[in-house]
């Protein structure tokens, strides 16, 4: 039977050494929480990077992480300390990550890293090459590997590869920026169908081909040697269902089955009758605008001090790329306002900021999905923001406000959400006061339309709708290579 050979990065399991014992847990991230579920699913395999390098595998190790892989219906590529330096926090997220989310001002391009990508790209290739079947269809996803489709293409030139992008596509002034441009759209048409998130990441790619490339393009197909390159939108949606049931399933939860965390939760939202708890979870990235978040905070207290002792924000931040220094800045960035904040307006039993800096188990995601009244997502670039669509999952009772910002994929779709510019602080503070302020009727009149939007795109819709695209693109490729 043909299989669909699912390849990125990140595998949806993350593999550790700690005290000499494999730990295992799953990975943070949009890509690979998204794609968990399609994958499990499936009948296809999963082939990315474990997260551990060969130096860090003995032959035991090594064999006791391909049992788990296998188990997960995964592959590894094996990737040396040099590779994750140079490809993974070197090009991928030195260059790639903050051109394309337009943070000029951190990108580097370096000769030598773009070797490094150049390398490791050509190791997934293998990995792929060893794996694959005739009728298996490749499905690409993300910026760490922008080269793969040609160099699967370029070996197997009638299998059906399908490219994703994650991340935004940014418009052609920044692109144009980029040294290795030409190479880079070339690796990336290697695919049959090229997806992203929104129409505008759509039209700044296809712009780019035009531009650089002066190639023909035909509203949304590219004709790109012997073949047609088809390029189209498709915003990635959640488990709905998951994360649906498991906020429901927490309703019924008696006291004893209650994590510490719901009790700690529960003490605030019982203190009072207009107590409110915003919430806010992201990787700790610079994209996801943790700093503006916290000043916008801090001048919505000054601004309506009546909320004083009233709103709690929850802040979540999970640790990411932590050998990128500008990571580690935005860490030290974040723990000084927070330290800030809280030294300013904290009294005997009020704490304004509850920050956690870690990876949370699913239940505890659910516990603070469900807890909070309002969501503040405020990111300054998101290709698109899952976390956004999961609080709304959660509000089971349709009561809740989401505070999005307008630079984030999501917002395209979620317009009954209040949408705000997260650089905006006055908008922000006064955004604050109308959610806390919003009617039970608002509030559910709102969340019901989003929540039936996801229902009905969801992370499996979304994949099925790219798969049936892929494989009419490539009806369409043969037609007109036959004439
Ligand atoms: P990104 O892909 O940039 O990380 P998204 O919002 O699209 O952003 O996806 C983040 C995913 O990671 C979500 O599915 C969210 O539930 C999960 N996540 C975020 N923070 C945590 C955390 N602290 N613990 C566990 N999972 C998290
Ligand atoms: C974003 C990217 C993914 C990446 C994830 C986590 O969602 O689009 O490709 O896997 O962040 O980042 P990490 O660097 O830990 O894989």
């Not at 905006?424 to 969340?447: C, G, V, W, Y």
Request: glycine letters at 4%.
């Amino acid at each position: 039977m043909n299989k669909t050979i699912i390849v990125s990065n990140r595998l949806p399991l993350q593999v550790k050494i700690e005290n000499n014992a494999l730990n295992i847990k799953p990975s943070v991230g949009g890509l690979a929480t998204g794609l968990k579920s399609v994958h499990e699913e499936g009948n296809g395999i999963w082939i990315g990077w474990s997260g551990l390098t060969e130096e860090e595998l003995d032959k035991d190790l090594s064999n006791q992480v391909n049992k788990e892989v296998t188990k997960a219906k995964c592959a590894t590529v094996p990737l040396t300390q040099d590779d994750v330096d140079n490809f993974y926090f070197g090009f991928s997220n030195k260059t790639l990550w903050p051109l394309f989310h337009y943070f000029m001002e951190y990108t580097e391009f370096d000769n030598d890293q773009w070797e490094a990508y150049k390398t490791v790209n050509q190791k997934f290739a293998d990995v792929i090459l060893e794996n694959i079947e005739d009728g298996d269809t490749v499905w690409v996803h993300d910026y760490q590997l922008l080269l793969l489709p040609k160099l699967i293409k370029d070996k197997k030139p009638n299998t059906t590869i399908g490219f994703f992008l994650h991340i935004p596509y940014p418009s052609y002034e920044i692109f144009r920026t980029f040294p290795w441009r030409e190479e880079l759209l070339h690796g990336m048409l290697g695919a049959d169908l090229l997806g992203f998130h929104t129409y505008d990441y759509e039209r700044h790619f296809l712009s780019s081909v035009k531009r650089i490339l002066r190639l023909d393009v035909q509203f949304n197909e590219i004709s790109y040697l012997d073949r047609v390159v088809k390029v189209d939108s498709f915003p990635m949606g959640i488990d709905y269902n998951k994360f649906h049931n498991a906020a429901l399933s927490h309703l019924n939860q008696s006291n004893t089955e209650k994590s510490e965390l719901q009790k700690r939760l529960d003490d605030h939202i019982q203190a009072g009758p207009d107590t409110k708890l915003i919430l806010s979870i992201d990787r700790m990235d610079y994209t996801k605008g943790i700093p503006n978040r916290i000043r916008a905070f801090e001048y919505f207290l000054n601004k309506y001090p009546q909320f004083k002792e009233k709103v709690r924000l929850v802040m979540l931040a999970v640790p990411s790329r932590s050998d990128v220094p500008q990571y580690q800045k935005l860490k030290r960035e974040t723990d000084e306002l927070v330290g800030r904040v809280n030294g300013e307006f904290s009294t005997v039993s009020w704490t304004p900021i509850w920050y956690f800096y870690r990876s949370m188990p699913f239940d505890n995601l659910i516990d603070l999905y469900t807890s909070s009244q309002i969501a503040l997502i405020t990111p300054v670039r998101d290709g698109m923001n899952l976390v956004a669509k999961e609080y709304i999952a959660t509000r089971v009772n349709q009561d809740g406000v989401l505070i999005l910002s307008e630079m984030a994929g999501a917002s395209k779709e979620m317009n009954e959400a209040l949408l705000i510019n997260p650089n905006n602080f006055e908008q922000l503070a006064d955004t604050l006061k109308h959610a806390i302020e919003m009617p039970a009727e608002e509030q559910s009149k709102r969340i019901k339309i989003l929540q039936k939007r996801l229902q009905r795109y969801s992370v499996e819709k979304w994949a099925e709708e790219f798969m049936k695209s892929l494989n009419d693109t490539k009806k369409i490729g043969k037609t007109i290579v036959a004439k």
